[in-house]
């Protein structure tokens, strides 16, 4: 039997299978993420499961990057995709006078590397650790010609960043500051409802931001002074608590929505 091309199954204890790869180079072990990932629901692999899900990990690579640390930047050849496992990941570009936008925040299930012209559009930088599914463009366009579930789960997910781009376009021209820390806290809430598998109707709920208060006000073009006051107004009106710097008590999760819609 060629140990290059074994897929060892075994029996867990709970009676579920597990699985070990033989990569094929010293014949050293490639450790089984697929199977244990929690990010797997929200993921490019998502539509996948027993040896399509195996065959498709194969093709992939983990990798642990560390707060600060640069996963690609603007301009840099566009050579891996990225599936986000575990932590969060800053989007920005810099302006020519030196200013920066931060066009998004990435964490577990999201889809990373899409570039125009070969080369990527942004910096990609971890804000916490955060540990990515690699993938390189080769491997990801086989999977993409070979197995439709992928195909498929890709066009969900462009679909999905299309309609965010638009509506984040309508947040930045036309939403009071308010509006727009009451929408961002509500987008972290319903993303954490998502990867945790939590029912939507919760009304309270405990939000974790890594980044800092620069990058939101980066992220939502306001100044770091308005963001503080503005969130200072949330936490007053009884909304929100504030836990510490980084954790965010939702207490009125359907109030917040209606600040966030110019409702309230």
């Given at each position: 039997?060629?140990?290059?091309?074994?897929?060892?199954?075994?029996?867990?204890?709970?009676?579920?299978?597990?699985?070990?790869?033989?990569?094929?180079?010293?014949?050293?072990?490639?450790?089984?993420?697929?199977?244990?990932?929690?990010?797997?629901?929200?993921?490019?692999?998502?539509?996948?499961?027993?040896?399509?899900l195996i065959e498709f990990g194969q093709k992939s690579q983990h990798k642990t990057f560390q707060p600060g640390q640069m996963l690609f930047g603007e301009y840099d050849d566009a050579n891996y995709f990225y599936t986000v496992v575990s932590g969060e990941v800053r989007l920005s570009r810099m302006l020519d006078d030196g200013r920066r936008q931060i066009?998004?925040?990435?964490?577990?299930?999201?889809?990373?590397?899409?570039?125009?012209?070969?080369?990527?559009?942004?910096?990609?930088?971890?804000?916490?650790?955060?540990?990515?599914?690699?993938?390189?463009?080769?491997?990801?366009?086989?999977?993409?010609?070979?197995?439709?579930?992928?195909?498929?789960?890709?066009?969900?997910?462009?679909?999905?960043?299309?309609?965010?781009?638009?509506?984040?376009?309508?947040?930045?021209?036309?939403?009071?500051?308010?509006?727009?820390?009451?929408?961002?806290?509500?987008?972290?809430?319903?993303?954490?409802?998502?990867?945790?598998?939590?029912?939507?109707?919760?009304?309270?709920?405990?939000?974790?931001?890594?980044?800092?208060?620069?990058?939101?006000?980066?992220?939502?073009?306001?100044?770091?002074?308005?963001?503080?006051?503005?969130?200072?107004?949330?936490?007053?009106?009884?909304?929100?608590?504030?836990?510490?710097?980084?954790?965010?008590?939702?207490?009125?999760?359907?109030?917040?929505?209606?600040?966030?819609?110019?409702?309230?």
């Amino acid at each position: 039997m060629n140990p290059d091309n074994v897929i060892d199954q075994a029996k867990a204890a709970n009676g579920c299978a597990t699985y070990s790869f033989l990569p094929g180079r010293g014949n050293q072990p490639k450790k089984d993420y697929c199977s244990v990932c929690g990010a797997h629901d929200l993921a490019l692999c998502s539509g996948l499961s027993g040896e399509k899900l195996i065959e498709f990990g194969q093709k992939s690579q983990h990798k642990t990057f560390q707060p600060g640390q640069m996963l690609f930047g603007e301009y840099d050849d566009a050579n891996y995709f990225y599936t986000v496992v575990s932590g969060e990941v800053r989007l920005s570009r810099m302006l020519d006078d030196g200013r920066r936008q931060i066009t998004g925040f990435k964490s577990a299930g999201d889809f990373l590397g899409l570039s125009t012209d070969k080369h990527y559009t942004a910096d990609a930088e971890a804000i916490d650790e955060v540990t990515v599914c690699q993938f390189s463009v080769a491997n990801l366009n086989a999977s993409l010609e070979e197995i439709n579930e992928v195909q498929t789960r890709l066009m969900e997910m462009m679909r999905t960043e299309v309609i965010n781009l638009q509506n984040h376009m309508l947040l930045l021209g036309r939403k009071t500051p308010v509006e727009k820390i009451a929408n961002f806290f509500c987008e972290r809430a319903y993303r954490k409802f998502q990867i945790e598998g939590k029912p939507e109707d919760c009304n309270s709920v405990e939000i974790k931001l890594p980044m800092s208060r620069t990058d939101i006000a980066d992220f939502l073009g306001l100044t770091i002074e308005t963001v503080s006051r503005t969130i200072t107004k949330l936490r007053k009106r009884g909304v929100i608590e504030l836990k510490t710097s980084q954790i965010v008590d939702i207490q009125d999760l359907y109030e917040l929505q209606l600040l966030a819609d110019g409702d309230a």
